[in-house]
């Protein structure tokens, strides 16, 4: 429901997105040759590679190398930082060098495909990790691993309510893999010892608290037509109503965040 709500998928995701131009709005030339590109999700935290055609078919496609590609507005909220922030700051902008595609074929005369990383980090821990440990094992290390060029990669939340509160930060400094299980390895060092499952997230809490207001209201109209609906506040709002405003309070949440493209 949150990602409907943000028109999106928020989790980091690595995407594969076809473009039609030059001369569209999402790609054009610029003024020194490049190829300006605005892809559909956000944030993009790195591009992976892409390829062009001449638009005719059938497509002959040539292979564009990563270093080709610079991310325009790198989010501020994912690497380069301790703790992950709330805000949705990121851009949506690439720029593509090196003459892959140009104004010769005139309007609409290339494809473009860009792979790409986009989204927020976000796992679980698949086996237990022991107070101490730099490394843990993940269900999903997309997003987590240092971009081209850094060596620090994002920063994330281990969302841990034991022992009374065992909730710390870490920052990833490298990942085994680009997407799906893996290792990641963290600094500083675990805290405390953590249980297989537990969530570790880069992903803006505002985030995660509209998610939990979306299945509180699913909890409180679930069952309403087979039960007594109760109320849930002095003032005698039924659950109905009380549904209501929590779905409105998730969407005016996750705003911010939402696909404009």
Not at 13 to 37: C, H, M, W, Y
Not at 44 to 69: D, H, V
Not at 192 to 213: D, E, R, V, Y
Request: hydrophobic share 40%; glycine share 14%; with cysteine.
């Amino acid at each position: 429901m949150v990602d409907s709500a943000a028109n999106q998928i928020l989790r980091a995701t690595v995407t594969t997105e076809q473009l039609k131009g030059p001369g569209t709005t999402r790609f054009q030339i610029d003024s020194i040759g490049n190829a300006a590109i605005i892809l559909a999700r956000s944030p993009i935290l790195s591009i992976l590679g892409g390829q062009c055609a001449p638009a005719i078919p059938p497509l002959q496609w040539t292979t564009i190398p990563a270093n080709m590609y610079v991310v325009d507005s790198p989010p501020l909220s994912v690497y380069g930082t301790s703790v992950p922030a709330d805000a949705g700051e990121w851009g949506q902008s690439v720029t593509l060098g090196g003459g892959y595609v140009s104004t010769w074929n005139g309007r609409g005369g290339y494809f473009l495909q860009t792979t790409y990383v986009n989204g927020w980090p976000h796992c679980s821990l698949t086996t237990a990790s022991i107070a101490g440990a730099t490394t843990i094992q993940v269900d999903d290390c997309t997003g987590w691993g240092p971009p081209a060029g850094s060596t620090q990669g994002a920063a994330g939340v281990i969302y841990d309510p034991g022992g009374g509160g065992q909730q710390e930060t870490a920052t990833v400094t490298l990942a085994s893999a680009t997407t799906g299980p893996g290792t990641l390895t963290i600094t500083p060092a675990l805290t405390w010892p953590h249980s297989q499952g537990i969530i570790f997230s880069g992903m803006a809490s505002t985030l995660q608290w509209a998610a939990i207001l979306f299945g509180v209201a699913q909890a409180l109209t679930r069952g309403a037509t087979a039960t007594t609906p109760q109320t849930i506040s002095p003032a005698g709002i039924s659950t109905g109503s009380g549904a209501d405003a929590l779905m409105k309070a998730a969407k005016l949440m996750v705003r911010d965040f939402k696909r404009i493209w």
